[in-house]
């Protein structure tokens, strides 16, 4: 039971990343999901965001302590006009805290 409450909020914070990205005018996509196989992208980000001047690969997570895979993901090389970002989605402020360096 726990961990379909887990699902249902991770699910829920991601939409409302995707809806924030479609309102500034991102192209936004997000893997299908798939029995028995990491939906992650790359194992990391969550949605790929475009628009004219860049793409975005973003990991969408709720607020704690340490958020993961922040390591692993600003560690990557990162080539121009392709941003890594982690969205941290705060519960009681209802909004994200974007990182995109650390």
């Given at each position: 039971?726990?961990?379909v409450k887990r699902k249902k909020r991770g699910q829920r914070i991601e939409k409302l990343a995707f809806d924030i990205l479609k309102k500034k005018r991102y192209l936004v996509w997000k893997p299908v999901?798939?029995?028995f196989h990491s939906q992650d992208i790359f194992?990391?980000?969550d949605l790929i965001a475009l628009n004219k001047n860049e793409l975005k690969l973003i990991q969408v997570q709720k607020a704690r302590k340490r958020p993961y895979k922040v390591k692993k993901i600003f560690k990557?090389?990162?080539p121009q006009k392709i941003s890594y970002e982690l969205w941290v989605y705060?519960?009681?402020s209802k909004q994200f805290k974007i990182y995109d360096k650390i």
């Open positions: 039971m726990r961990s999901k798939v029995k194992g990391l980000f990557l090389p990162q705060d519960n009681k």
